[in-house]
């Protein structure tokens, strides 16, 4: 979440050199699993096998044709990225992506940060910070802009981490970068903004979407982020599977995951199917994605959650398992609303989550691994002002 991709100018980018394509990839390989999604019903419905499925070719359906008859299967790429094989649908602008874009100074993207930093109403602030911040709203919404040009789903921007504790501010900041866009002319339903999920970024989440803002909460790793964010009405709630696993492996002490592993229990499959369930059997409107999957297990066990962010190399392996007429229904669909109505929750769970509960119900790994993401945000933020700094202003400006 089916339109053709070969637009002029996604037609242009494929005829970039194949050693561009790979100092790309490697220089923005921090932002993968970060979104891909199905846009809302003004938009038409792209299935994530649409354009490499072999099916046709084989008279068979793959692994890949099974699955996706139970849940958006969405590629963990970026836009240079086997792109033919596997079309984006939706794509993330990031503050790591510029950070490739600026390191190929002939990329298609960098007319889009050199329009940025030649912006006249950043030039006229007169303070640096304020023309800062400016520049880097600017050049996230110029790449982004033209990221929508190329897909036909939405454009997730992320928001400035080290804003994560601070409501008001997440707020400012997405009303600037939804002012830039709007300056560009893309309209507000091809986009979402990305917050991490800390208690401000899930009631700012709250009052963006009361605007009609739609907001991605990422970097959920417990059951409290995921409900709290579900009653809030973020529009997708994104929660890394393997990362949990990899906590779980090296650390103890968590009693959310301990509790998953007593049950004989992936701790990661566990809070996604517990979200699922949660926000299925009580109505909410978010979607759920899970990222950080490591292997085709991993998506059959989540068959049927809303989107699963997917590696290209599980892709790949997908396409090119047939499945045989009398094994194409042997993929159980996992979770479902008939299954979320069956499950049961306890008083605790289904609490109306405030600050002081919330914050009590973190355990260690959420708080470590929520820390440990936004840090990574925030490096990269810091490295894109210190090259603007350096880069500014572009050149005939």
């Not at 692994?63 to 139970?70: F, K, N």
């Not at 590696?311 to 008939?338: A, C, G, N």
């Amino acid at each position: 979440m089916s339109s053709s991709l070969h637009s002029p100018l996604y037609s242009s980018l494929s005829s970039s050199s194949a050693l561009q394509e790979k100092k790309l990839r490697n220089a923005v390989n921090l932002s993968k699993s970060t979104l891909i999604f199905k846009p809302r019903r003004s938009f038409p419905l792209i299935r994530a096998s649409t354009g490499f499925s072999s099916s046709l070719d084989t008279g068979l359906s793959t692994e890949l044709d099974a699955v996706t008859s139970h849940s958006e299967i969405v590629p963990d790429t970026v836009i240079f990225d086997d792109f033919e094989k596997f079309p984006p649908t939706a794509a993330t602008v990031s503050s790591s992506l510029l950070l490739g874009i600026c390191g190929l100074p002939d990329t298609k993207f960098k007319s889009a940060v050199d329009r940025a930093l030649a912006d006249s109403e950043c030039y006229g602030l007169e303070n640096s910070d304020l023309q800062m911040s400016c520049f880097f709203n600017k050049a996230l919404a110029h790449v982004g802009g033209d990221l929508a040009k190329l897909v036909p789903g939405r454009v997730s921007t992320e928001v400035d981490a080290r804003l994560a504790y601070d409501t008001h501010g997440i707020v400012r900041k997405v009303h600037d970068l939804l002012k830039a866009y709007n300056e560009i002319e893309v309209p507000p339903e091809r986009l979402l903004f990305k917050i991490p999920a800390t208690w401000q970024g899930i009631e700012a989440s709250r009052v963006l979407e009361a605007e009609g803002i739609q907001t991605h909460l990422t970097f959920v790793y417990s059951f409290c982020q995921a409900a709290a964010a579900a009653q809030a009405g973020a529009s997708v709630i994104q929660i890394f599977v393997g990362r949990l696993r990899d906590w779980s492996r090296n650390h103890t002490g968590d009693s959310e995951i301990e509790s998953a592993l007593k049950r004989g229990e992936d701790p990661g499959l566990a809070l996604v199917t517990k979200a699922y369930n949660y926000i299925h059997k009580y109505g909410h409107k978010s979607k759920l994605m899970a990222a950080a999957v490591r292997n085709k297990q991993d998506v059959f066990n989540l068959l049927g959650v809303d989107y699963i962010i997917t590696p290209l190399k599980v892709l790949q392996s997908l396409k090119e398992s047939v499945t045989p007429p009398d094994e194409k229904y042997s993929f159980i669909r996992r979770l479902s609303p008939q299954s979320a109505a069956a499950f049961n929750f306890t008083q605790d769970e289904l609490q109306k989550w405030d600050q002081y509960s919330f914050s009590s119900a973190m355990g260690p790994a959420a708080v470590e691994l929520l820390t440990i993401g936004m840090d990574g945000y925030i490096n990269q933020a810091k490295r894109v002002e210190e090259l603007f700094g350096k880069i500014w202003p572009p050149p005939n400006v």
